[in-house]
Structure formats: C-alpha cells, structure tokens
C-alpha cells in the first residue's frame, strides 16, 4: 500500500482534515497528497510561502529569524494548520541543492508537524541532486502525515 493509500484511508476513517505548508517543494507535496483517494473529503489544502516574508505574514513565522530551521518548520505547520482549520499539517524547509545556501548544506531539510494539541519537527540530512532531494522530501513528508494521522483522532487531538 502506497503511503498516499495509507494516508488517504487514515483520514477518511478517522473524519481528519489534512494540510500542507511548502516552502521547499513548491506544491509538489500538495499534489501529491491531492492526489489521494477521495482527497476531496479530507484534504483541505496547502500553501506554498516560498519567500520570507509570506512565510512571515500569512503564517506568522518572525522575520528575522533562519528560514531553514526547525522552528520555521513547525511554525509553519502550525500558522497553515490553523489558516486551513485543519486536524493535522505538515510543512517542509530547506536546501534542496545544488549548493549550500545561508549556512545550510545541500540537502538540508526540515519537516513540521502540527495538531491542534502539539507541533515538532523531523531534520532530514539527504543525499542527490536537486530533483532527489525534493523526490525524497516529498516521500518523507506523507510518512510523517501518515503517522500522525493515525495518531490524531477526528477532533484533531493526539
């Protein structure tokens, strides 16, 4: 069963409405988790906050602090979670290469997560190119919704 199924069939059963946040992944993530069975029911979108100062006033990330960090991954994941109403959101930052960029190497990244209840963060330290590192971020970002959806209950606590 493809994570996308796994997830899909957790938030159905479960009632949970899902978002993203994206920096990184430009809305790669978002059409791939649109792209669910039913995602209609469950999935209640994304937003794509590549440039800081979106990411400051749409959702609330401070603008002076590192764009590539855990705390402006949970900060997204919560500021999309709450914009969306959702149950559960998760967000992805970092480089995706192929050079460093402000201190951070290539392959650099960070997922969020929020509930209602909770935020954290997942580092990811990834190999490749460009295209790799956003392939495996993408793949890592539906495990990491797959497993709190089923953790999250239909009123979006852990």
């Not at 609330?60 to 709450?82: K, M, N, V």
Request: charged content about 25%.
């Amino acid at each position: 069963m493809s994570d996308v199924t796994a997830l899909s069939d957790l938030a159905r059963s479960r009632h949970l409405r899902v978002a993203v946040a994206e920096s990184l992944t430009s809305g790669a993530l978002a059409s791939t988790v649109g792209a669910g069975e039913e995602a209609s029911a469950w999935f209640g979108g994304g937003v794509v906050a590549y440039l800081p100062e979106v990411k400051e006033r749409v959702l609330g990330f401070p603008a002076d602090q590192d764009p590539t960090s855990a705390e402006c991954a949970e900060q997204l994941a919560r500021g999309a979670r709450e914009l969306l109403d959702a149950d559960l959101c998760v967000s992805t930052t970092g480089v995706g290469g192929p050079d460093a960029e402000d201190g951070h190497p290539a392959g650099e990244v960070f997922l969020g997560w929020a509930t209602r209840d909770e935020a954290g963060h997942r580092r990811l330290t990834l190999d490749g190119g460009p295209e790799e590192v956003l392939e495996a971020t993408i793949e890592a970002a539906v495990q990491l919704l797959t497993f709190h959806a089923g953790l999250v209950d239909g009123a979006g606590n852990q």
